[in-house]
């Protein structure tokens, strides 16, 4: 039982377009996403995150939305760049520890 | 200001060999995650440790798992006996509290039994 989806394994995208990455939760109760960004052959780095106070949140090209109603997360990249191609994670914080749980990853690929 | 450091980054064991991987965490955090990422696969939450105590280890496999945060050195999380399907990267994090959700993840060690 996948707590949190990402039901699209990849996405193209040509360079200086929008990256729109989606991420889809089923526990109404969760309050704090994330999303991580990860190269081949390193772990994962933290991007952006929102809580569940907030339905948008910013930071340079990359701004997350969080559509509660629906259960929906999505982080939109804009103008996309070469550099941006790489697996993007989102994630949920939750249980005593607020440990993450994460989605299944979307490889992004942005041509040049 | 060194990151989170994973050793070793690619381990082989045979079939019922002991696998120990370890980390140090980022200078001045004291709190210890370790994920397991198998192949197509999200990252899935295995322990969380602060020094010398296991706070949470809902997500760890009941048998031939064990972690450790010893006061001095890093962590250490051992797999005994192990089989084909410990095969997976394992990432260790580390954060300044212990709220567990902006972490600062290592580079993994990728496990591979033959």
């Known amino acids: 039982d996948q707590q949190v989806k990402q039901n699209s394994p990849s996405l193209s995208v040509q360079e200086g377009r929008i990256s729109i990455l989606n991420c889809d939760y089923t526990?109404?109760?969760?309050?704090?996403f994330l999303w991580y960004k990860k190269y081949p052959a390193e772990g994962p780095t933290f991007l952006i995150s929102?809580?569940?106070?907030?339905d948008k949140n910013e930071d340079g090209r990359f701004t997350v939305f969080l559509n509660k109603s629906a259960k929906h997360l999505s982080l939109h990249i804009v103008p996309s760049q070469p550099g941006d191609s790489a697996v993007y994670f989102c994630?949920?914080?939750?249980?005593?520890?607020?440990?993450?749980?994460f989605g299944s990853g979307t490889q992004l690929t942005v041509l040049p | 200001n060194a990151g989170v450091m994973q050793n070793p980054r690619h381990l082989v064991r045979r079939r019922g060999q002991e696998a120990r991987l370890r980390c140090s965490p980022m200078k001045g955090h004291s709190h210890v995650y370790w994920y397991r990422q198998l192949p197509e696969e999200g990252l899935k939450f295995m322990v969380y440790?602060?020094?010398?105590?296991?706070?949470?280890e809902s997500g760890m496999p009941k048998e031939r798992f064990s972690a450790e945060f010893p006061k001095e050195g890093p962590s250490i999380l051992r797999i005994q006996q192990v089989v084909r399907g410990d095969s997976a990267a394992y990432f260790c994090?580390?954060?300044?509290?212990?709220?567990?959700?902006?972490?600062?993840f290592g580079s993994g060690t990728q496990l591979s039994v033959l």
């Open positions: 526990n109404s109760m969760f309050d704090y």
């Open positions: 994090a580390s954060s300044p509290q212990g709220t567990g959700e902006k972490l600062f």
């Open positions: 440790l602060q020094k010398e105590n296991i706070i949470d």
């Open positions: 994630a949920v914080a939750s249980g005593s520890a607020r440990q993450l749980t």
């Open positions: 929102i809580s569940s106070i907030k």
